[in-house]
């Protein structure tokens, strides 16, 4: 797994150079998002399907 530094790095250089710091943080922070959830995916913190739409059933 790369560090948090090399993955910022990486989004630093695929964005263009007049990217807002609002822009910056956007990408960062959805890069850390899918990363969480490929963590958890490995980890085995996933629902089924049927499990969500079970959960949500009882909030609608």
Do not use: C
């Not at 530094?5 to 630093?12: N, P, S």
């Amino acid at each position: 797994m790369k560090s948090a530094k090399k993955a910022v790095q990486e989004v630093l250089k695929q964005l263009p150079e007049n990217s807002s710091f609002e822009d910056i943080q956007y990408h960062i922070y959805v890069r850390e998002k899918i990363e969480r959830g490929l963590q958890d995916l490995r980890e085995g913190k996933v629902l089924t399907q049927a499990e969500v739409e079970k959960r949500m059933s009882k909030w609608l």
